[in-house]
């Protein structure tokens, strides 16, 4: 589908510059709708910004629908500053409601290997927000599948179903195969989307910055956690025995039902040193098992449940990042006939995705200092960082080094600024604690260095984020304009080339090109000073290398997911490297991509001779490892 896809980008672009039509982005019909003020977080109201987030109860929670009281008192004290928010914005009551729902998070709840699950049920948040008893929640109903409908006809959509074996790993697959070559043949349709939901769940990736209606809150999510997040959408037909199988995510996700009724099992990570070459954030995707029937056998890390609930339309999850989780549809108490589709958010707190942790900081640390890391490895930028030697260390100091930067950080205001240091402190005696060897090797003013350039890469996403988010919401303002004054004249709003361009299509990529290029000057400051640093300045590569030369299983890419690009690995050569498959960072997979479609993010063979023989495509790592050693003993002769 990727495939077609590409060629009805292009199909379409040939066929909008060749109309006469005047192209238009949102940001040049803004003067018709309200404008977007240029938000960045500057909290003031919560003076636990950037302190230690209060100990949890020990109780792991269980389906009496208990709940720690300090997330709903935060989600209260955040309701002004929602408030504010709202009105600079223009925003409706419900984005305000979900901007004081992610600031109570950001504020009261921990994250990652150190946070727990909580669940919060409709009416304890609109107890927590003040709201009316008389009143609905604004999560009910926020997003309905007659919405997605609608968006489905207006725009250029992709989506993903997943597999339903709870016994294997979750994998994704194309929902839409396009008809033809035109535009509107290669357009995903509802009846393809109905169609999947017979065999999975359906699944939109990065969602907010498609479909406008969306934007507002995932903006929400952006300005109250002061994070570069996102938001997928998962929909599931009822009665689905298994929705989604045991899995882990690398983001802290916030699950809001929006439509229908889904059941939730959330369990303690499992054990990171029973399977060290496993990634915790990706347990149970493509080709890892998280088998159900494993989970809570010593086998399978003895994980404990810890959350078995159902979430209505209103209702809220938590989930910290490395907590397995799985879902059905099955309710034995209505006729399934009468369920509605189930239809949820899960809107999320990115930070390893960035990496906004310390780990990740470690790592550019080191590489910055010019210092080799001798106790972890995975020193390339291509290497997952979150497997191997990391996993067998002390539980402490591998949760330490697993934990994500401060929240806050990315804050426009001094606190944020001051916290540098207390950054720079902490991940110093984090990396002493790793291996006192290697982090004595690093000057002290890496530390703070390496500190201060991940704050700016952070903040350098945020701005990109929220920019592409207020595309979308500009786009959704115009839309609603065009309709009005057509319904006025009696007419209805047709797809026009000038519309077209307009779509999610051409809007979104340019956006995510940002990110690669803010991802790529990370890497390279990284280098800078390094023994390894002036090997790429060294090498004369072709004209758009990164998308002509050869791959090889490992490598790390970004792949086109839906129109954008996404970081990813390839785990598959095809006919001599003319299709490839790939692993997103999430875990999902991609198959049978063209060249054009997958971008390699470093040069082969760097520090090398460009000259220099390389291994050819499509060899497993065990095989480039056996030719490497032929070619020495060539050399040798």
């Known amino acids: 589908m990727k495939v077609m896809l590409a060629a009805s980008m292009l199909l379409l672009g040939r066929f909008v510059t060749s109309s006469n039509a005047a192209i238009h982005s949102?940001?040049?019909?803004?003067?018709?709708?309200?404008?977007?003020?240029?938000?960045?977080?500057?909290?003031?109201?919560?003076?636990?910004?950037?302190?230690?987030?209060?100990?949890?109860?020990d109780e792991a929670v269980s389906n009496s629908g208990g709940v720690d009281e300090d997330i709903t008192s935060r989600i209260t004290a955040a309701t002004g500053d929602a408030k504010a928010w709202g009105e600079q914005l223009g925003m409706g009551d419900a984005e305000v409601a979900f901007y004081a729902l992610f600031d109570g998070i950001r504020t009261g709840a921990a994250l990652g290997l150190k946070g727990k699950p909580f669940y919060l049920k409709q009416d304890e948040i609109l107890q927590a927000m003040g709201t009316a008893a008389d009143e609905s929640s604004p999560f009910d109903g926020f997003f309905s599948f007659d919405d997605l409908a609608k968006a489905v006809e207006e725009d250029f959509l992709d989506a993903d179903r997943g597999t339903t074996n709870n016994r294997e790993g979750w994998k994704?697959?194309?929902?839409?195969?396009?008809?033809?070559?035109?535009?509107?043949?290669?357009r995903m349709t509802l009846d393809e989307i109905n169609t999947a939901l017979e065999k999975g769940t359906v699944i939109f990736n990065c969602i907010g910055a498609h479909i406008p209606k969306l934007a507002g809150a995932t903006l929400a999510c952006t300005d109250a956690s002061s994070l570069p997040c996102a938001v997928n959408m998962y929909v599931t037909a009822p009665n689905t025995r298994t929705s989604a199988p045991p899995h882990t995510d690398r983001q802290d996700v916030i699950v809001v039902q929006t439509q229908g009724r889904k059941h939730w099992r959330v369990y303690t990570p499992p054990e990171p040193s029973l399977k060290p070459w496993a990634d915790m954030y990706a347990r149970g995707?493509?080709?890892?098992?998280?088998?159900?029937?494993?989970?809570?056998?010593?086998?399978?890390?003895?994980?404990?449940?810890?959350?078995?609930?159902?979430?209505?339309?209103?209702?809220?999850?938590?989930?910290?990042?490395?907590?397995?989780?799985?879902?059905?549809?099955v309710h034995d108490d209505e006729d399934t006939e009468k369920v509605d589709t189930s239809l949820h958010l899960t809107f999320n707190f990115d930070t390893h995705v960035w990496d906004l942790d310390y780990l990740s900081a470690r790592r550019f640390a080191l590489r910055r200092a010019g210092v080799k890391d001798t106790a972890l490895g995975q020193e390339r930028e291509e290497d997952n960082r979150y497997v191997g030697q990391a996993n067998v260390l002390p539980p402490v100091v591998r949760n330490d080094l697993f934990e994500a930067l401060p929240l806050g950080l990315l804050d426009d205001s001094e606190q944020a600024e001051s916290m540098v240091d207390t950054v720079a402190s902490e991940l110093e005696r984090i990396s002493r604690a790793v291996d006192d060897t290697t982090a004595s090797a690093v000057p002290l003013e890496v530390w703070r260095d390496t500190a201060e350039r991940l704050r700016v890469h952070g903040m350098e996403l945020l701005d990109i984020h929220r920019n592409m988010y207020e595309s979308a919401i500009q786009e959704g303002r115009v839309r609603i304009m065009e309709e009005e004054m057509a319904a006025s004249l009696g007419r209805t709003v047709g797809t026009t080339p000038e519309r077209m361009q307009r779509m999610s299509l051409f809007r979104v990529p340019p956006y995510f090109e940002q990110i690669s290029a803010s991802k790529a000057s990370l890497a390279a400051w990284s280098l800078t000073g390094s023994s390894s640093g002036t090997a790429a300045a060294k090498m004369e590569l072709p004209d758009n290398w990164e998308f002509t030369l050869p791959l090889n299983m490992g490598d790390e890419v970004e792949a086109d997911l839906g129109g954008a690009m996404f970081p990813a690995k390839v785990t598959r050569v095809l006919a001599g490297g003319s299709a490839f498959d790939v692993q997103f960072f999430d875990g999902d997979q991609a198959q049978g991509l063209d060249r054009n479609m997958i971008k390699l993010l470093k040069p082969p063979a760097m520090g090398g001779d460009m000259d220099e023989e390389q291994p050819p495509p499509g060899l497993t790592p065990k095989e480039i490892k056996r030719w490497k050693k032929k070619q020495e003993k060539k050399k040798n002769k």
């Open 26 to 57: 949102p940001q040049q019909l803004a003067f018709v709708s309200s404008p977007l003020v240029s938000v960045r977080k500057q909290k003031v109201s919560h003076p636990s910004l950037g302190a230690t987030v209060p100990a949890q109860k």
């Open 172 to 186: 994704v697959m194309a929902v839409s195969t396009p008809r033809g070559s035109s535009f509107e043949e290669a």
């Open 285 to 329: 995707k493509f080709d890892d098992n998280l088998p159900l029937h494993l989970l809570e056998t010593p086998e399978g890390g003895s994980c404990e449940l810890l959350v078995d609930t159902t979430l209505h339309p209103g209702d809220v999850l938590f989930i910290p990042a490395g907590f397995p989780h799985t879902t059905d549809t």
